[in-house]
């Protein structure tokens, strides 16, 4: 139950597909180069491997539990997470001003695949706290930044998000937790739950990020507040001091990532400070809320890259079936074996690609000089992001299936850890957004409601890969033929909904899935037919490391004839439109 | 969490498409007719929902326990196995010489059904017994069949399976347990791992099945032999007496199925008695295999059935969003929410009218009076076991997820419930053969073997479907048009792998599991046409129930819109062949 990470298809997609050394220097960042992104990925890898991931499956059966003193996490990850604090690995993309490194997006990201492959309940706390300091960092007063955030940056707090409360489920207008002002703070009144590291003893400070509405505050969503609630208040020096009244009321008993808490919070009386202007707490949400999204959308790549390489070690290792000659036959050769894995590794490349691209869209609006640049990359990132969320969590399903298949009977025995990577990945399409929800969002806000201006834009450029690389044809005609195929669907898929969907209310939300898979599969093959071409483009010019590129054109070549297919019934059903989808009754059901 | 028979729709695939009453007055069986069926059926609905339901969810927290005496089942699990056997379930099927019922194969079916939706871990040990009673029933000596059938068909004894070594996994030409002639038995030593209910103390007594090989015996799956090992050896009057040497050595900690004990049983010089003639152990536990697999594929359609029962339950109590007027909205409004339901409503009810088929051949194979008719009806059997064990059994995969997907974050939360059919179905696609092995069964043994001959006898069968409806032609367009299309499919992949197979030694295993999978989709749809067309044609005469059998029009117009198309993704991967598959050497991975 080893880790390593795939450092060199993490360089290749970077290096080639991302252009990080362009990225770095249009940004003015001159730091942020592929020396430094070898540097950090090694020393990412080692930490994954060495102090992280031994800890995923103890983990795991340890669990956390609740007591006096509130939740006491799995042994071993205190001191794993210090380690992992002072080692600075929580500030790498916080800006300097707060005490971070100020590193693009797309390099922390491929540095997160770590964590999250790593040991993913170790890794939800830092994501967390990330997601907190870019709440904090964007919208709080500066005298909230100066308290906060140096001491999150340098890991010294952790960091949570209190959205949900019970019975409101995803509906955030449902919320219902009230913050009464008193003097230069408020009280801080209610129920969360879900909360995902509300609480553990491996930090001496915790700040909650906390949705709860004034007196008197409009109904539904445009009536929320955002409030930082510490769990111990800060003394005039800023040090923890007093107790503060948030608690965790009990842990949830769940299917996966059991060693990472999930608590039920209350907040009686809480003194809590606002964030920002009140009643704009949601949109303040909605500033990290992209970067959240992306960001479980690579623990779908991340929890998948894990099983892989868990099924491949094992694949190699179990003999079933003998030779003639006797001698016993590793797993590996029964051709159905290798075609799991393939749809292993095809989907792991694909992910990886599509994740970093995404996160790279994210530093380039960020950076962008032009306003034109800026506005493109934005759309670009609106529309990566449920793709991303979406689709790699959904594919991550069927990877950690696919991990337990090739395990055979071992895999259903939880000892064997093939168990744990599938209970753990199932959370990956619910929270933060379930994919119905994404797709929601990839079919209204992102493409309905621009007249599926930036699909058309993303379209284009798949349509100039495809048409460079005809051009050249060099590749094998399943690459080229995949992508212009699944190209066109996506062009029908589009085309098909626009027109559609201003006369039927639920066509959208019937469509939205499977145009969403669409999408995904497509993103997918589009990046790996384009690394394709840069491989073969090396191998011509003699660059690169032959065998690496050899077997990326292997991998393309499979991910095209095996996955890209999917694309079809995805767009068939879509096509079908809403009619069979609503036709009975509910009673009936 | 409670459970209740669909019977309406397994009285309508009864009645419609097996033919019941036609299947029973054919074999001669004069009991064996609907009247019988409805009762039966109702019986069991009870049994089901009041008895067995309710020890589901304890059973999974409770789990079982290794001590003194054994293996300690579940609280409650006892008492409800002694009312189950009391009330004469265990022998619906066995024959009426050994205080059987003697009933069809196909209503044994249908009743089962009940059983593993309403427990899986419960069902299991039935389950076992009847196999083990087959094996007795066909290849046992009168006198051990005597000694062993009545009071297995009582239910007083249970049976098990011993067939998997450490190390040999589906590979029994590997098994090296061994048995010494010993007078008129037989010293059986050995280990066997993954005996599903290998010890309980539900019964006095537990016959097991062994196979092991004989002193000098050949080599391989020739030199197999199967043995009967009682827990407790017989006295002169029958009764369980000395306790012999066969004991549960550790039980696993699975993932899934936790109240169904997974046994690791040691035999050390256990007494034994041989089952038939030497060396003939695997052609004994074919026999069994088709009844197994079938049973196992049931067992997809069961915990769909039991997980669509739960899904629509909550989408119609869980509120989320909120209507204009303030009044909030029930999930089961929500398209996606919908689409989600439908999928799984039309998936149960084309796998249920796929396993009753199924399981009416085998009867139809046992009773034909002329030759060429057993002999096409057996041909039948054996194409479509491999489809019903690995065609219900990964689609349950997808619709216990869906479950858990419309409950969201409260799916993830074991209480819930949805994660453990979730769990419990994760066995299904490995044990009693993985898919891969089930699909190279339907690929090698069924359908290049005899050159696609039963194969195209099938298609034929569907096509005859397909343009008797188009002839009618009252059926929406989407059901004519996704069969025939589906068809097609199906026809081009029978005649490609019958054309490119020869040349290339790869190629059925790399083509195997989508050549399964489409062709469980397209049975499946068949199914689901003939059934509109029926529907239709009663509700053009003014028969039946017209609520029941337009909302059958509906999901059978659903299933042909939505889960058809998965036609052509399973063909585009398989005419892709085995090259990117096997291309990647063995050390890239």
Redo the contacts between chains.
């Keep these: 139950m080893s880790y390593t990470h795939p450092y060199q298809d993490a360089d290749f997609v970077l290096r080639q597909i991302v252009k990080f050394d362009e990225l770095g220097a249009d940004a003015g960042l001159d730091e942020a180069n592929m020396d430094l992104a070898v540097a950090v990925l090694e020393e990412a890898g080692k930490m994954g491997s060495e102090v992280l991931a031994p800890l995923n499956w103890s983990g795991d059966q340890a669990g956390i539990s609740l007591g006096e003193q509130g939740v006491q996490e799995a042994p071993g990850f205190k001191e794993a997470y210090q380690q992992f604090a002072q080692a600075g690995w929580l500030s790498l993309s916080v800006a300097e001003d707060f005490g971070g490194q100020g590193l693009p997006n797309v390099l922390s990201t491929a540095v997160n695949e770590v964590w999250q492959s790593a040991n993913i309940s170790f890794a939800l706390c830092p994501m967390l706290s990330i997601g907190a300091m870019e709440s904090i960092g964007h919208h709080a007063s500066h005298a909230l930044q100066s308290a906060y955030l140096p001491k999150m940056a340098s890991g010294e707090w952790t960091g949570t998000m209190n959205l ?1 409360e019970p ?1 409101a ?3 955030l ?2 919320v219902k937790t009230r913050a009464v002002p008193n003097g230069d703070h408020y009280l801080v009144t209610g129920q969360k ?2 909360i995902t590291w509300g609480d553990h003893q491996m930090t001496e400070n915790i700040v909650h990020l906390v949705l709860a509405r004034l007196p008197d505050a409009p109904a ?1 969503v445009k009536g929320i507040s955002l409030f930082i609630v510490p769990k111990f208040l800060l003394d005039a020096d800023g040090n923890p001091a007093e107790r503060n009244a948030a608690h965790c009321l009990s842990v ?5 990532i059991h060693a990472s808490p999930t608590c039920v919070m209350e907040f009686k009386e809480a003194v809590g400070y606002i964030i920002g202007e009140p009643n704009k707490g949601l949109s303040y949400m909605f500033t990290m809320m992209n970067h959240a999204r992306q960001a479980v959308g690579l623990q779908g790549l991340s929890i998948s890259e894990r099983a892989y390489q868990q099924a ?1 070690v094992f ?2 290792e ?5 030779r003639r000659d006797g001698s016993r036959i ?1 797993i ?8 799991m ?2 749809l292993m ?1 095809a989907s792991c490349e694909a992910m990886r690609a599509l994740a970093l691209v995404a996160a790279a869209e994210v530093d380039r609006a960020r950076y962008a000089q032009a306003a034109e640049a800026q506005a493109m990359h934005t759309a670009r990132v609106e529309l990566f992001t449920p793709i991303v969320k979406g689709w790699l969590t959904e594919l991550s ?1 069927e990877m950690t ?1 696919l991990n ?2 090739i395990h ?2 071992m ?5 064997t850890g093939a ?1 744990q990577h ?2 753990d990945a ?2 990956l ?3 933060e957004g ?3 929800i994404q ?2 969002d990839f079919i209204g806000r992102k493409t309905l409601s621009d007249q599926g201006a930036a699909l058309a834009l993303l379209l284009a450029e798949i349509r100039i890969t495809a048409e460079d690389l005809r051009a050249t044809n060099t590749l094998h005609a ?1 690459i080229l033929d995949g992508l212009e195929s699944a190209l066109a669907r996506g062009v029908v898929a589009r085309e098909w909904l626009l027109q559609s969907a201003p006369s039927d209310a ?1 066509l ?3 469509a ?2 499977n145009f969403l898979m669409l999408f995904g599969y497509l993103c997918g093959g589009w990046l790996m037919a384009k690394q394709a071409g840069l491989a073969q483009a090396q191998l011509a010019a003699g660059e690169g490391d032959a ?1 690496f590129l050899k ?1 990326k054109l ?2 393309a ?2 991910y095209a ?2 996955l890209l ?5 995805h ?3 879509m096509l ?1 439109g ?7 009754a ?1 009673d ?2």
Tied chains: 1, 2.
């Design positions: 949900t019975d489920g995803s509906d207008a449902a739950i879900f539904g949830e008993h769940k299917l996966g491949r694949a190699k179990r003999l079933q079936g003998t590793p590996i050769e029964h051709p159905d074996v290798r075609r894995l393939m590794r399903q299936y337990i298949q055979g009977g895999g259903f025995i939880e000892e168990a599938y209970r199932r959370i399409t619910i929270y379930t994919t119905g797709a929601l399943s639920n959208a939300g019937s939205s899935v065998y077997n292997i991998t070549r499979f004839e095996h297919p999917r694309t079809q019934g767009l068939a059903a079908a809403s009619e069979s989808t609503m036709a009975l509910e009936a059901f």
